[in-house]
């Protein structure tokens, strides 16, 4: 025999409401089990799946945290070396040894 629910699994709150007990449809018009057991392969399959696709989640935050630190590191770059340039001329100015 089938388990009703299949296993638990860590994350996955069980069933609430008409699957904890309540009554789906008319009684005795056979749609009730249906029901059930498309409810408990829903849980089944999110419960199976869970772990691949918060694997998958990770790996696509850890490329994203990737690009935005190099896009944020060559903006800085960029601004640093804009400000250098633009403040060169007032530093090799000050810098020059005074005329003799």
Do not use: C, W, Y
């Amino acid at each position: 025999m089938r388990r009703p629910h299949g296993p638990r699994r860590e994350g996955v709150p069980p069933l609430q409401g008409h699957a904890a007990g309540r009554r789906l449809t008319k009684q005795g018009d056979g749609h009730e089990d249906a029901l059930r057991g498309l409810a408990a392969a829903i849980e089944t399959e999110i419960g199976s799946n869970m772990p691949f696709l918060q694997a998958q989640f990770e790996e696509a935050m850890d490329k994203a945290t990737t690009v935005a630190k190099s896009e944020i590191t060559a903006h800085v770059e960029n601004l640093a070396r804009m400000v250098g340039v633009e403040g060169l001329p007032v530093a090799l100015a000050s810098s020059a040894p005074p005329p003799r």
